[in-house]
């Protein structure tokens, strides 16, 4: 049975009898993990293998693991440094900065695949213009160029520990202040600024084989008048031809509020998929997951799930040997530098600023 586009999330730490009908239906292609869904990397071990054994191919599993405050597995897991730390620290030393990120994301992406999640969706793409309250320290940098740097070691060393990456929030959520969990931010600037600033660490990540993007419940009225997730133009004309990206487009969560500038559930799966989204994600909502599904149930694409397949992340190391690596130990001790260096000023994890609600 081919991956369907439909990417949806699961209540609890093991699969039950609904679970894996559900997972059974055509129309799915994927599962998103919270931190509701793990107790200990032996359980989350047993979880995804329950999953990855429901159908074939396997569907996939994925994340939000990227440090901070947006990490979902965390007791058991090393507690990973915001992006923008790696950002503050390549001001000073930007080729030990991208060394340092390259081996965190290394590790990030080899503790997940000895426990059976193919990927996390990151790096983060935006520029921390201290404008956004969703993204802050999320971001890298404010510097299109650090952040393109930071995030092509990210990308690398998630590579070499058998990981594809996912690059957010395209074109680029940075540039306003509201939250698109609960708001439908617009951002004014037209294309022009867009494509000198936003767009340049995406355009570098396409450039080196970036294996997924996933778009901005963002309006960008300059250009179209619909969220880039749900915008043909933003989709097909630039990301697709003009930028030349081959990868999946996963949309962001079709639950969130901005996502209602596509009306119904239904309504904005099926504006997300004519967009030009391969998979579609639901979180935190099973009724409207399962009208999806329905919506779906004779959706075919052939091309889009061998897209989705290259997303399978490559055979793990096991957490007995992941630990007595020293790429392992390598990684602890960047860690470690980054908590204790004096002059980078951001906290590791701070506290005053939420973890967004949803997926993303």
């Known amino acids: ?208 084989g970036l294996e997924a993007m996933m778009p901005a419940h963002v309006i960008y009225p300059r250009i179209d008048p619909r969220p880039a997730g749900f915008s043909p133009i933003w989709l097909r004309e630039i990301l697709r031809r003009q930028l030349g990206f081959q990868g999946v487009i996963f949309s962001d969560d079709l639950n969130m509020e901005a996502a209602g500038a596509g009306g119904s559930h239904v309504e904005r799966a099926q504006a997300a998929a004519a967009a030009g989204c391969d998979m579609l994600l639901i979180c935190n909502n099973r009724p409207a997951a399962v009208s999806i599904l329905a919506a779906f149930k004779d959706h075919r694409d052939p091309a889009t799930s061998l897209r989705l397949l290259r997303m399978h992340g490559r055979k793990p190391l096991d957490r007995v040997r992941l630990h007595e690596s020293p790429e392992w130990h390598r990684a602890l001790g960047h860690i470690a530098e980054l908590e204790s260096h004096d002059s980078l000023e951001l906290p590791l994890d701070d506290p005053t600023t939420p973890e967004p609600r949803t997926q993303s």
């Not at 996912?166 to 959520?173: D, I």
Request: proline content about 7%.
């Open 1 to 208: 049975m081919p991956l369907g586009p439909i990417m949806l999330d699961l209540a609890g730490t093991a699969l039950d009898a609904e679970d894996r009908e559900l997972l059974r239906h055509p129309a799915v292609g994927g599962v998103i993990l919270f931190a509701r869904n793990y107790e200990s990397p032996e359980q989350l071990a047993a979880l995804t293998a329950a999953i990855h054994a429901v159908r074939e191919p396997a569907l996939l599993i994925g994340v939000d693991q990227e440090g901070g405050r947006v990490q979902r597995f965390r007791d058991g897991f090393t507690r990973l440094p915001p992006a923008g730390r790696l950002g503050l620290l390549h001001r000073e030393r930007p080729a030990h900065a991208r060394a340092v990120c390259e081996s965190i994301a290394w590790l990030m992406a080899a503790e997940l695949r000895a426990v059976g999640v193919d990927f996390s969706f990151a790096p983060v793409l935006d520029l921390d213009r201290g404008i956004s309250r969703v993204i802050g320290d999320r971001g890298f940098s404010p510097d299109p160029q650090a952040v393109g740097e930071l995030a092509s070691s990210w990308m690398r060393g998630a590579r070499q520990a058998g990981m594809a990456s996912v690059g957010k929030h395209f074109p680029g959520h940075g540039g306003v202040e509201a939250d698109s969990h609960t708001e439908l931010p617009h951002d004014e600037r037209p294309f022009v600024d867009l494509d000198l600033e936003d767009l340049v660490p995406f355009r570098r990540l396409i450039d080196q």
